[in-house]
């Protein structure tokens, strides 16, 4: 897919990832409509920008109300977004029987529930184009689930599970359906204690610019699932098809992981950004 001249619309666009992002879609000649709940920092992401490259929209996708007036604006555009872009997230750091019921509440609702709903709501206007994606930003735990991310993990099992559906249900129309994940980028989605882990684990992390790049190259390719990072990208596959082995790795790395995610209160980490691996 040539991505210029099309307008892609980016939730989460003001998180680590999904700033760069924008950048990277502009390099391509895209328009943007930058997506997040914080109009101060949307209006600070579009001045950064040449004028009309990045159309600032404030709202929050967990929101009915919210996603309505955002479909409404988007479609008024000219033209209308053919690309729409998952990149928010809520995180949720800790061991489950510390969490409480709203926070897990929050991350299914934040990471899973909404996406699909913005999605549906989406698709009439995409499927008027002769060709359009939906894109998810996924993560590594959305194939690997890790212990201390357990309902994050599962809200991002979910969103892949939902893509993959989807993808299916609409193999013979003009609207095609990626997951591509990011393992850990260097963002502020991650807390210190998510920081602190992954030094102790040894986990490589990404520059976000670099992680951006590589997602609108799989965007302009429609390459329907990649999982970006080594070795992340065979432990996955490994998960799928050998999960046994990779309990047993984990179960090594658990009073590490124990030791981090009972560091401090789980309620405390960022709501909308982008994710820890």
Known sequence: MDLH???????????GIGDALVAALLTRGARVLAVARDAGRL???????????VTPFAADVDATADRRALLLHAQAMRPTPSVL???????????MQDQHDDLIDA????????????????????????AAA???VGSTFG????????????????????????AREHADGPVR???LAPRATRTAFNSTRVDALNVALGTRVDDPASVARRLVDAIERGTPRRQLGWPEAIVARLNALLPSLVDRSLARQLP??????????????????HHPS
């Open 134 to 136: 939906v894109v998810a």
């Open 85 to 95: 872009v998952i990149a928010h997230a809520r995180a949720a750091f800790g061991l």
């Open 107 to 130: 991350v299914i609702r934040t990471n899973l529930a909404a996406p699909a709903q913005l999605i549906r709501a989406a698709l009439p206007m995409l499927a008027a184009h002769p």
């Open 43 to 53: 209006s600070e992401l579009a001045r950064r920008h040449p004028p009309g490259a």
């Open 143 to 166: 194939s690997l689930a890790f212990p201390g991310f357990a309902a994050y993990s599962a809200s991002k099992f979910g969103l892949r599970g939902l893509v993959e559906a989807l």
């Open 177 to 179: 359906f990626q997951y």
């Open 5 to 15: 001249g099309r307008t892609v619309l980016v939730t989460g666009a003001t998180g």
């Open 256 to 273: 590490l992981v124990r030791r981090h995610a009972g560091a401090g209160p789980s309620s405390q980490e960022p709501r909308h950004a």
